[in-house]
């Protein structure tokens, strides 16, 4: 279990965090449908979450066990995302 968190907002595509990390849970909001990435080791990164989303969704994912590991960094890739916060310890 991870206890010290930290969570940030993003609006666009871009660096999460520039360091290792384990996503445990992510907040999404979209108008239309959407999805997102979130990669390992930038922009062209590997892709561990892969998610997509109806149209008007306010979705909690919340990643059991220890989350997902990043070994490098954290970025986020999305389409019509209006607004997605990262969880990561």
């Keep these: 279990m ?3 968190l930290t969570c940030k ?3 666009a595509a871009g660096l999460v965090f520039d360091g290792p990390g384990r996503v445990v849970t992510i907040f999404a ?3 239309l449908a959407g999805s997102f990435q979130l990669r ?3 922009a062209a990164g590997d892709i561990l979450i892969d998610i997509s989303l109806p ?3 306010t979705t909690a994912i919340p990643l059991g066990g220890n989350g997902v590991r990043f070994d490098t960094n954290i970025y986020l890739s999305a389409t019509n995302i209006d607004a997605i916060t ?3 310890g």
């Design 86 to 88: 990262v969880c990561w």
């Design 55 to 57: 149209n008007n969704s």
């Design 29 to 31: 909001h979209t108008a």
């Design 40 to 42: 390992d080791g930038g």
């Design 2 to 4: 991870i206890s010290d």
């Design 9 to 11: 907002k993003l609006t």
